[in-house]
């Protein structure tokens, strides 16, 4: 019998996709062999099951960057980078000897502590080993063969997909590699970024052709479907047409390997933005046709789209039900996740004084996240004509709070709990009280960590159903998935694609941005944009469509890619957060606009930061690796 690599004999019980299903170890550590593995469908299964472990975790502030390292969402200033490694990207510290994010390797001399481990090439190898094994399982079902392999494809695209949007051009693994293989079959060069889109859609493609557009069992609806398959492609194609890596002669001019190889095309191609536009295309027509939608209907009511999006997100009445799995095409259910996200987004609620226990409300939406909201309008505040000559940051007469908070578009409410807000949780709805010396204050002490840092909280993810009981020291929290990809995302990125090659929005990008905006009860783009003159073009147009995505999007881990592939990484990420005064007891105090504490200096450098270093150990045992720009 021929033995399998010495890890994955140790292939175990834990994925963050499927908490529906129960992995077993594969086979005994001891005995491990491609015979026991593929000895049954039950075994064959379990083995493609385990090949989905090495994702990362991009929703736990304490993890993997995206949530939290896109100026949409962060935590206070207190916390240490040792657990909340978002801040080594805010503040300069990643280095081709030092990272928070162990993905490309996990073979340095040292790391530091806390540091985010994925086998990410060890993923793509187990995928493989399916592919060239799993045709032998006796009596294995013909539709089921088709599903696993497909899933193995689908699994060697994300994998390169991830590796390409946190490294940039990588290492393609085109097959098994053997115990055996030797140095020139090892050291392989970085292959040029197109080639690996290439290479990425090609295996999205080719799993498509083989998964069903849903799992027929319950308990699968989390595995990679072709509905998954042709939206990661769309997302993968969109990111190709993007600034950053289309034409980017600025940052890649001498980004080569070192037979001379460029990694980066130097010149704009505007066909990309077509093959972007046609992939959302193919992936909307797939998901469609297979019953995937927005969550609730229609509205115009904006209490019922408050509620239609607030619950595409936890469920109503916080339990994740059928109706959700709809919009969602592939996402995290790691309930152990949802819970320490729940208890560290929402406000303490139950005592005045400082606590490390109950709610601890410290991950909270920016002043830039909270900025971009529209008005009840559908229009930025100061292109609506209502609004865009008041002050925002004034207290209307007789009112308790900003006219901010006034008259804001339904996602605002369903995403952002404030000071004089209503705020859904512990079983009803409450008005905070974020003032010094209230219920949901910030109360001063340097030490006192778990608080917010800028008077705001999240909502977006917190629902009725979460409460916290002080007596029995004990959470009730929502059931739900936070979603790596959604349907919304691909009428997005047409919408997009669109504007980018044809320089205007077709019929068609109208109808799918209005899909968005009729969920959650904004008037439609025309309707809205009629009452500023029309709607915009050029570069006004552009900014328009960025927030459109940034809005419905929000603190779900986009805006960290977006801000990258659209090129402005580098300002964004250097400005800092505004804060209200928190030591105000007042309205008027409170009220007064200042900048956030922060831990450190921000530090973002292009090219530099727009992607992390390749780990110098590898570098090192592979002479043909080139190291990033900047770095």
């Not at 994955?8 to 994925?15: R, W």
């Not at 997909?161 to 290492?171: A, C, I, T």
Request: aromatic share 14%; proline share 5%; glycine share 8%.
């Amino acid at each position: 019998m021929k033995k399998i690599y010495t890890r994955l004999c140790f292939i175990a019980a834990s994925c963050l996709l499927c908490t529906s299903c129960d992995f077993l170890d594969v086979v005994p550590q001891s005995s491990a062999t491609i015979d026991d593995i593929y000895k049954t469908q039950n075994k064959a299964e379990q083995m493609v099951l385990s090949c989905y472990k090495e994702i990362p975790n991009s929703f736990n502030p304490q993890a993997f960057p995206d949530w939290t390292a896109g100026n949409d969402l962060m935590t206070g200033w207190y916390g240490s980078v040792r657990w909340f490694h978002f801040k080594s990207l805010l503040y300069g510290l990643e280095s081709p000897t030092s990272t928070y994010y162990s993905l490309w390797s996990n073979t340095a001399a040292s790391y530091p502590v806390g540091v985010q481990t994925k086998n990410i090439w060890e993923g793509i190898r187990y995928c493989y080993n399916v592919l060239n094994n799993i045709d032998g399982v006796p009596n294995i079902d013909p539709q089921k063969l088709n599903y696993y392999k497909g899933e193995a494809l689908f699994l060697i695209g994300y994998y390169h997909q991830l590796m390409l949007e946190y490294y940039g051009p990588v290492v393609l693994v085109e097959s098994e590699l053997s115990e055996g293989s030797t140095s020139a079959e090892m050291n392989v060069a970085r292959a040029p970024y197109d080639q690996c889109v290439d290479f990425i859609a090609k295996k999205y493609t080719d799993a498509a052709e083989l998964l069903p557009a849903r799992w027929p069992e319950t308990g699968n609806y989390n595995r990679a479907t072709s509905a998954a398959a042709l939206g990661f492609k769309a997302r993968l194609m969109l990111y190709a047409a993007s600034p950053l890596v289309n034409g980017n002669s600025a940052y890649y001019s001498n980004f080569k390997n070192p037979d001379g190889t460029p990694l980066m095309n130097l010149t704009y191609d505007k066909e990309k933005w077509k093959e972007a536009m046609d992939a959302a295309k193919e992936g909307i027509d797939l998901c469609e046709k297979n019953g995937y939608k927005l969550y609730g209907s229609p509205t115009s009511d904006p209490q019922t789209g408050k509620d239609n999006y607030h619950s595409a997100f936890t469920g109503p009445s916080g339990k994740f039900n059928l109706d959700n799995w709809n919009e969602v095409l592939l996402g995290n259910s790691n309930q152990s996740t949802v819970s320490y996200v729940i208890k560290n987004m929402a406000p303490r609620i139950g005592v005045k004084a400082y606590s490390g226990e109950g709610f601890r409300g410290y991950l909270v939406p920016t002043f830039d996240c909270i900025s971009r909201y529209y008005t009840k309008n559908g229009l930025p505040w100061d292109d609506d004509p209502e609004t865009k000559g008041l002050d925002p940051y004034e207290i209307a007469p007789g009112d308790s709070t900003v006219r901010f908070h006034r008259n804001r578009e339904p996602r605002f409410y369903a995403s952002i709990g404030f000071d004089r807000g209503e705020y859904e949780i512990q079983g009803g709805t409450r008005i905070l009280h974020c003032r010094r010396g209230e219920e949901q204050q910030n109360d001063g002490d340097v030490s006192h960590e778990y608080q917010s840092d800028n008077g705001y909280f999240c909502q977006k993810w917190v629902s009725k159903a979460d409460s916290y009981d002080w007596n029995a020291k004990k959470y009730t929290n929502s059931s739900y998935v936070i979603p790596f990809l959604r349907l919304s995302e691909l009428y997005l990125n047409y919408a997009e694609a669109d504007f980018e090659y044809n320089g205007t929005l077709s019929n068609l990008s109208l109808s799918y941005l209005n899909k968005i905006r009729e969920r959650c009860g904004l008037p439609t783009f025309q309707e809205s944009w009629a009452k500023a003159g029309g709607i915009p073009t050029g570069e006004k147009l552009r900014e328009v469509l960025h927030d459109e995505r940034s809005i419905e999007l929000a603190m779900e881990g986009r805006r960290f890619h977006d801000i990258r592939r659209w090129k402005i990484a580098d300002k964004e990420m250097m400005r800092y957060q505004s804060a209200w005064n928190l030591e105000g007891k007042t309205a008027t105090e409170f009220y007064q606009l200042k900048q956030m504490k922060e831990s450190g200096t921000r530090v973002f450098e292009a090219p530099k930061n727009y992607w992390l270093a390749i780990p110098l150990d590898q570098i090192q045992v592979n002479p043909n690796l080139v190291q990033n720009p900047g770095y």
